[in-house]
């Protein structure tokens, strides 16, 4: 029986050109992926431009500000802000502005809690041990920060906090300083439906009553601002 032949399969030759299929998608992608990158990184230079505006004489996040210090925020700007936290780092901007040339300057830790603005200042700044009367120089710094305050947006509760060393009551004590840095408050201007008061004795410490630094800390006055 005569052996049958193996059909002889043809020849395949190699497309010296098939490469550049595969290149063409590589550089496609790149083209793709840096157009992406341009897209994500230009600005809407129309709404930086708007919102600039409003703070061109301030320093702040979007603006280098056209002087080297702080200035205020008017009240018109603050109306139109919406987000809760962008209200409070605008306010502390503000506190910041006021207080930069008063007797408090350097003595105010601003501070942001959530959707709060505590301004804290320590309480051997404002008065002697055991006492609760405001010096006349703190205090005009303090009518100064009010005046500011009045023409802002919020509410305003004034909190003292006190300790068992400062010979004592430290719950009396603490709500008379409160008592005693609220009235300037209202002389200043802020309206008394805005402001509220508290005094809460040793009871919130902030710090460790282990060390002198700690109990310093917890020994204050707090104006907290808040929607």
């Given amino acids: ?36 990158i341009v897209s994500m990184s230009t600005l809407d230079k129309t709404g ?22 702080i200035e205020i925020i008017p009240p018109f700007v603050l109306q139109r802000i919406v987000s809760p936290q962008e209200l409070m780092l605008a306010m502390r901007q503000n506190c910041h502005a006021v207080l930069r040339k008063s007797a408090l300057r350097h003595k105010v ?5 959530r959707e709060e603005l505590y301004l804290r200042i320590p309480n051997e700044v404002l008065f002697p041990r055991g006492g609760t009367r405001i010096p006349s120089r703190y205090r005009q710094a ?14 305003i509760r004034v909190q003292g906090h006190a300790g068992w060393d400062e010979g004592r009551d430290p719950w009396r004590l603490s709500i008379a300083r409160a008592a005693a840095v609220l009235h300037v408050l209202e002389q200043a201007g802020v309206p008394p439906e805005r402001l509220a008061l508290a005094g809460y ?3 919130k410490p902030i710090s460790t009553e282990r060390t002198p ?14 929607r």
């Fill in 48 to 69: 930086l431009q708007d919102i600039s505006t409003y703070f061109r004489k301030a320093v702040s996040v979007l603006h280098g500000g056209t002087r080297t210090e």
């Fill in 213 to 226: 630094w700690g109990r310093a800390r917890n020994r204050r006055v707090e104006i907290v601002i808040y």
């Fill in 1 to 36: 029986m005569a052996r049958r032949r193996r059909k002889q399969e043809p020849e395949v030759k190699p497309d010296p050109e098939a490469w550049m299929t595969t290149f063409a998608d590589l550089i496609s992608l790149m083209l793709t992926f840096f157009i992406l």
């Fill in 109 to 113: 830790k601003a501070v942001i809690v």
């Fill in 142 to 155: 303090l009518f100064s920060l009010g005046r500011m305050l009045a023409e802002m947006p919020g509410r």
């Fill in 201 to 203: 004795g040793p009871a």
